[in-house]
């Protein structure tokens, strides 16, 4: 059984900085694509940032360059560290565990989510 667990939510100022941690257990997932999505009210879940093949870092244009995705495998933890947010950043963050190892765009590549944590940006 797939379990992922965030912390790192909260209210921040616009121009803040936060850390999102995500770690799962059950398994070892070093094999496995993880990463992060988020939605807004009213909105789709999207993308936000993943740690995929041979460990490389991808992000969505919305955060590209205010947003730092790193993975411990060691504690089965990813952790999305972001800066200069905005209120168009408020959304419930959910940390996600890939089908496999290379893919992890869209919510049909997603095998595993956490509760989600709440992200509010004030301005």
């Known amino acids: 059984q797939v379990q992922l667990v965030e912390s790192g939510g909260g209210l921040v100022q616009a121009g803040g900085s936060l850390r999102l941690s995500c770690q799962a257990s059950g398994r070892t997932f070093s094999s496995y694509a993880m990463g992060w999505f988020r939605q807004a009210p009213g909105k789709e879940r999207e993308f936000v940032a993943a740690v995929m093949w041979r460990n490389r870092p991808y992000y969505a244009d919305s955060v590209k360059g205010r947003a730092t995705i790193s993975r411990d495998n060691a504690k089965n933890t990813v952790y999305l560290d972001m800066h200069s947010l905005k209120p168009e950043d408020t959304a419930i963050y959910y940390c996600?565990?890939?089908?496999?190892?290379?893919?992890?765009?869209?919510?049909?590549?997603?095998?595993?989510w956490g509760q989600g944590t709440q992200v509010t940006v004030s301005s």
């Open positions: 996600a565990l890939a089908r496999d190892s290379s893919s992890l765009w869209e919510v049909d590549d997603v095998r595993g």
